[in-house]
């Protein structure tokens, strides 16, 4: 594993709790970040804390993540426990499950798009004003291939990370000469809990569209977006980085 310099650092991971931004998590604090993590899981919440900690600084808060109160407080607790926020990735997300588009209930559709991208929405806007204070600042949003792409049968999934590349790009110029950058990976699946809530046809799709006959691996995403939090990553805003085993055409 290279070692990419954290430290010093105070990363909030969103969804942090499992799958993606466990592995971010484990990443960061092996390359000597804090972290936060928020997730509505109070369980896993407490397990990942009570495994990760053995790593280095770790806290936690419950948040509901289509909330703008609840986050908010999260983002005070984070600043109170640690001084600082550095870095924002925004890893929470759900599928939604998968059907036609003219299938899928209101409520369904609704609660993607809250979720996928109100959330990060959400979340720049409590943690970007301290980041201003600071003058520096790493986010990265964790969007998909489906958001490039379109997936049928998931066209909920895919127009909140076509939303969040969207929200990636208009954010990042907005902050491009304030020492805070905003990027964004689209990775093809990784086999997590959110495979859970997709249909096993599916699945088969989604794999039969990566060239390297493989799923994701969430080590592989995490080293990706350690360096996209690291100082590093200095010329970089407003992207998006493919993680998609050759899938990706544009």
């Given at each position: 594993m290279?070692?990419?310099?954290?430290?010093?650092?105070?990363?909030v991971i969103?969804?942090?709790?499992?799958g993606?931004?466990?592995?971010?998590?484990?990443?960061?604090?092996?390359s000597?970040?804090e972290?936060?993590?928020?997730d509505?899981d109070?369980?896993?919440?407490a397990?990942a804390?009570?495994?990760?900690?053995?790593?280095?600084?770790?806290s936690?808060?419950?948040v509901e993540?289509?909330m703008a109160?609840?986050?908010?407080?999260a983002?005070?607790?984070?600043v109170?426990a640690?001084?600082?926020?550095?870095?924002?990735?925004?890893?929470?997300?759900i599928?939604?499950?998968n059907a036609?588009?003219w299938e899928?209930?209101?409520?369904?559709w609704?609660?993607v798009?809250d979720?996928?991208l109100v959330?990060?929405?959400?979340?720049?806007?409590?943690v970007?004003p301290?980041?201003l204070?600071?003058?520096y600042?790493?986010i990265?949003?964790?969007a998909?291939v489906?958001?490039?792409?379109?997936?049928?049968n998931?066209?909920h999934y895919?127009?909140?990370?076509?939303?969040?590349?969207a929200?990636?790009?208009?954010l990042?110029?907005?902050?491009a000469?304030k020492?805070?950058?905003?990027?964004?990976?689209?990775?093809?699946?990784?086999?997590?809990a959110?495979?859970?809530?997709?249909?096993?046809?599916?699945?088969?799709?989604m794999?039969?569209?990566?060239?390297m006959a493989?799923?994701l691996?969430?080590g592989?995403a995490?080293?990706?977006?350690?360096?996209?939090?690291?100082?590093?990553?200095?010329?970089?805003?407003?992207a998006?980085?493919?993680?998609?085993?050759?899938r990706?055409?544009?």
């Open positions: 290279n070692q990419i310099d954290l430290k010093g650092r105070v990363a969103t969804g942090g709790a499992q993606i931004g466990y592995a971010v998590a484990e990443r960061m604090l092996k000597g970040a972290v936060v993590l928020w509505i109070a369980v896993r919440l397990d804390e009570n495994v990760l900690g053995t790593l280095g600084k770790v936690t808060s419950i993540l289509t109160p609840d986050i908010d407080a983002a005070a607790d984070a109170k640690h001084g600082k926020i550095d870095i924002l990735v925004n890893n929470a997300g599928t939604g499950g036609p588009t899928l209930s209101p409520e369904v609704q609660r798009i979720v996928n959330g990060p929405f959400l979340t720049c806007r409590a970007v301290q980041m204070k600071q003058g600042g790493r990265v949003n964790i998909s489906a958001g490039k792409e379109g997936n049928p998931a066209s895919s127009a909140s990370k076509a939303g969040l590349i929200l990636t790009k208009s990042a110029k907005e902050l000469t020492g805070i950058l905003v990027n964004a990976v689209s990775p093809a699946a990784a086999k997590t959110i495979f859970d809530s997709m249909t096993e046809q599916h699945i088969a799709f794999l039969s569209k990566i060239p493989r799923f691996e969430v592989e995490a080293a990706m977006i350690a360096w996209l939090a690291s100082e590093e990553c200095s010329f970089s805003t407003g998006v980085f493919d993680l998609s085993g050759g990706a055409t544009y």
